[in-house]
């Protein structure tokens, strides 16, 4: 809840007014357990991290202004979601990414099997600057929604259909084929479509090289899109916030209570343990 919200709510359950000061001072509390849990020690390894940004507002200076809350959502080997950090900025970038993949070494993170991103500009390199052994996997739906950007409606889903056809392919070799005749079936339509898959054909691709249950997991950052779409809904009620310190209060709380869902491994994650342990050797997959 917002100060506000617990405002509104001790007037109308108790009778009591309290000033928003008061009850920021109180919950201001939370902030050295908040401060704690973004510095905890993590685990050593990860099989898969997924690394998202969300938009928010809050006051810079007295103006309201555009906020970047950087997300790292990872799986551990144990199959469980694990939120590894949560962080405040201007702006996305690949250098301030680098910089919060820094974090998450000097927090104990030495291994990442495979990160799964969006297709921000040098986002590779400065994942691979840090974890050099890191495969890096760019998200299959944010190249659709890229890809469906400037296109009249009616188009979009007979060319969402077609596109589908590339990536639902059992191999690379096949996907490659296959987008070769989206091209020639849209290219005069849409000229920009097939050359942005073919720059991107190396991240885009990289989930051809495993089998199905794992293939699933890593071929879009959906796990880390739904988080971010339940924050939103938690925040979609608070146009800004009074600085950075009460969004992410605001934040943080929120996160213990969709994190609490997170009971169960990913679904079939034992073949897919096994599956990686091929892939990547039973050194970088020890539990």
Known sequence: MSVRDIQSYLEKRYEVTVSTGFISTLT??????????????????YAVVYLDALVTSSRQNGAVAKRHLYVALGINMQGQKELL???????????AWMSMLTELKNRGVNDILIACVDGLKGFEEAINAVYPQTQVQQCIV??????????????RNTVAADLRVIYSEAT????R????????K????????????????????????????????IYTTNAVESFNASLQKLLKPKKSFMDDEAMMKVIYLSTHRIASKWTTPV???????????VMFGSDRVAL
């Open 85 to 95: 950090g949560l962080w405040g900025q201007a702006a996305e970038g690949a250098k």
């Open 28 to 45: 201001d509390q939370v902030l050295d357990d908040m401060r704690a849990w973004q510095q905890r020690a993590l685990s050593e390894r």
């Open 172 to 175: 690379e070799a096949a996907a």
């Open 267 to 277: 679904r079939d994650w034992g073949l897919a343990l096994g599956q990686l342990t």
């Open 177 to 184: 084929l296959a987008l070769d005749d989206f091209e020639e």
């Open 186 to 217: 849209w290219g005069e339509a849409y000229p920009s479509i097939a050359p942005s898959w073919r720059n991107n054909w190396s991240r885009l691709t990289v989930f051809f090289d495993y089998p199905p249950a794992i293939r699933k997991v």
């Open 142 to 155: 944010h190249q659709v929604r890229h890809s469906l950007r400037f296109m009249p409606w009616k188009a």
